[in-house]
């Protein structure tokens, strides 16, 4: 059976407990170990999928279909593990199961109640799907203290019970503030919120402390001696200069050999690091770099393109460069005045219009792919971008009302809803004005490649590649030709010959439109070649300019 790290997080929230839990789970695995991660998440919403990017973060979908939380995105690009349904559990969708049996009937005569029912449910949720697992990393959103992480601290209290004495761990990440007044660190936080976790049950093993000065030893020993653990349990995290030095930096603190010893292992195998090592190393002493704008709708919030920022840096350590990211908002190049868009894109190096929902915005990233084509400059279109890029050419051909019925009825529906369509399942359907959560194309599909164009010369030559979707509308299959014949190629579809899932430009040095989002599987081991050939473009481009 597998054994347990419960992460939990005190003081405040963003301590940056996602990516705590991946480079453990990193490290773990550079000593040879096969692990697993999971986040609960305390609130009602029954997945992110219908939270706004805005005050959520991007949404991360897995093979499976499951829309999680953008921690999972950490997990996968520190682990190179594939997330599945069984790795992101909310209350919502706990709630919503145990009162569907409810109403079944299954619990005929008992009375209902967070406990048992709850905390049996998210026990069960921690304990699923462990076959050939070594470690199974647990990570409770939220923060200590808060009322809706309450069954999910039980549960955790109640596994430590339950399991063996030395197949649970609990991990507790906390702040140790910097007041500059007094120009001293302070442990008192840390001190409340690890009482705070005892007076639910808990006692941490290991603490976690974030810092942005580093701790001296006598700190350190303080906050063992009132926190009731082992100095060398009290790990200091200072801020990183980049996220990929965070697992080097926590294993030279010692976390990993603390987690170890706690679970009483004396031989594990000294971590291999050298991908981390080759990682860094790319990353700090880049050869060269370019200059990318992205132009979306979401870009006050960076973590609303999480995957995306990363997937752009992974293509950048595939060419040894430094990718500057310009995050434009889609709208300013909205207008009859074309001064705004030439002033903002004439430097770029390349052209990205990642996915998104809804009309506004939609204009201005249409200009943009207009402006790529037109002057040669490398365009990457994501899900709403490659819809995007389908209606830029439509327009060129002559099209010119082209649209997307997500933007509202048009006479020229390029991109119009998509209401079947076959997955390894079986045939899915939906209805127009249904549902919203839950129901759009989620997950993994294959396309498959023309041979001999430029994407199948991207992806090594392959027939069929497996990519994640995450869309309600897609391009609508009659304006292929008329597409083609304005110079857009279609040169991915799906295994049907349905759905168009890639879109090319033959005439220009590289535009690539998707109906897929190719950033949820690039890592920075393991760069995406869709990512690594963008940027190589763009460095190209940037010895014309
Ligand atoms: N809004 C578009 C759709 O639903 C694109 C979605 C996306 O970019 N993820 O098809």
Known sequence: MARFIFITGG????????????SLAALLQARGYKVRIRKFDPYLNVDPGTMSPYQHGEVYVTDDGAETDLDLGH?????????????????????????ARERRGDYLGATVQVIPH???????????????????????????????????????????????????????????????????????????????????????????????????????????????VRAEAVIPALDAPSIYSVPQQYHAEGLDREVLRAFGITDAPEPDLSSWEDVTDRHFNPEGEV?????????????????????????????????????????????????????ALEPMHGILVPGGFGERGSEGKIASVRFARERGVPFFGICLGMQMACIESARAAGFEHASSTEFGPTDAPVVGIITEWMSAEG????????????????????????????????????????????????????????????????????????????VERPDHPWFVGVQFHPELKSRPFDPHPLFAGFIAAALEQSRLV
Not at 11 to 22: E, R, T
Not at 85 to 95: F, P
């Open 11 to 22: 003081v405040v929230s963003s301590l940056g407990k996602g990516l705590m839990a991946a």
């Open 75 to 99: 997990y996968e690009r520190f682990t190179g593990v594939s997330s599945r349904q069984s790795d992101n559990i909310t209350s919502g969708r706990i709630y919503r199961d145990i009162i």
């Open 427 to 502: 045939l899915q359907s939906r209805a127009e004005g249904g549902d919203l959560g839950g129901t759009m194309r989620l997950g993994a599909y294959p396309a498959k490649l023309s041979p001999n164009s430029h994407t199948s010369r991207i992806y090594g030559g392959a027939e069929v590649i497996s990519e994640r979707h995450r869309h309600r509308y897609e391009v609508n299959s009659a304006f292929i030709e008329p597409l083609e014949k304005q110079g857009l190629i279609f040169s991915g579809m799906s295994p049907d010959g349905l759905l168009p899932e890639i």
């Open 291 to 343: 200059t990318i704008a992205v132009v979306g709708k979401y870009v006050g919030l960076q973590d609303a393109y999480k995957s995306l920022n990363e997937a752009l840096i992974h293509g950048g350590l595939a060419n040894r460069v430094k990718v500057n990211i310009r995050w434009i908002d889609a709208e300013i190049f909205e207008g009859d005045d074309d001064s705004q868009i030439i002033a």
């Open 118 to 228: 709850v905390t049996d449910a998210i026990k069960a949720f921690a304990l699923a799907d462990q076959a050939d697992i070594d470690f199974i990393l647990c990570e409770i959103g939220g923060t200590v203290g808060d009322i809706e992480s309450l069954p999910f601290m039980e549960a955790i209290r109640q596994l430590r019970n339950e399991l063996e004495p030395l197949q649970t761990l609990s991990v507790h990440v906390t702040l140790v503030p910097y007041i500059k007044a007094a120009g001293e660190l302070k442990t008192k936080p840390t001190q409340h919120s690890v009482r705070e976790l005892a007076s639910l049950g808990i006692k941490p093993d290991i603490l976690l402390c974030r810092a942005e000065h580093p701790i001296p030893e006598s700190e350190r020993r303080k906050i063992a001696q009132f926190c009731n």
